[in-house]
């Protein structure tokens, strides 16, 4: 999860990385298959340059 003012605060890094990095807390609610988990995300990292010349591409599962 990406709250607002982070994703404000790292707009640029959060829409044009190709590997994306997340530095956060996690949180988990309940027990067993029914728990909910949940990553707070506190800082992002651009580890685009760890996919080397990879080739991505977007995609479109709508």
Do not use: I, P
């Not at 530095?23 to 990292?45: D, I, S, W, Y």
């Amino acid at each position: 999860m990406v709250f607002n003012d982070l994703a404000c605060r790292q707009r640029q890094l959060l829409l044009g990385s190709r590997l994306l990095g997340v530095a956060g807390t996690l949180q988990v609610e309940g027990e067993g298959e029914h728990a909910v988990v949940h990553l707070v995300a506190k800082r992002l990292f651009d580890h685009s340059e760890l996919l080397g010349s990879l080739a991505t591409s977007s995609r479109d599962f709508h």
